[in-house]
């Protein structure tokens, strides 16, 4: 007995080309520099919902909703959408710099001392004396 491919429901396989359809439609409306950025997020009734990747791009994005409706017509004739909604979604979060901070350098430190020397609270002064220590034993 062979392993048979399996095959996606015909409404399923329907849906998901009509989607790649009106995506390709879209794309294709728009200059290409604006449609890097466009990507379809759902169709709500008679609201075309879009999503950008960039916030400053959604105010020129408004201005390109009557392409964006002309587009999806032509690929929605049974339901076309009469207006368009944005999202911003970052595709991904900008990732953290780094866990840990940047050592600091030998002249905060010995700022550090000479500041210790100044503090009149004798608790104050020991505990800025340690801290200045400490950042001259830091590993590198």
């Known amino acids: 007995m062979a392993l048979e491919r399996p095959t996606l429901p015909s409404g399923l396989l329907a ?8 995506e390709k439609a879209l794309r294709e409306a728009l200059p290409r520099e604006l449609a890097s950025h466009v990507f379809l997020l759902n169709v709500q009734g008679e609201t075309l919902v879009l999503g950008s990747d960039t916030q400053a791009l959604i105010t020129p994005l408004r ?19 009469v207006r368009v909604a944005w999202r911003t979604m970052p595709h991904a979060m900008p990732e953290k710099t780094a866990l840990h901070p940047q050592r600091p350098s030998a002249e905060v430190a010995s700022n550090l001392e000479s500041a210790a020397g100044s503090v009149e609270d004798p608790q104050l002064s020991a505990a800025l004396h340690r801290l200045a220590s400490a950042m001259r034993k830091a590993p590198k």
């Open 15 to 22: 849906q998901i080309r009509r989607r790649q359809a009106l």
């Open 63 to 81: 201005f390109q909703a009557p392409l964006l409706l002309a587009a999806a017509r032509k690929v929605l004739k049974d339901s076309p959408p």
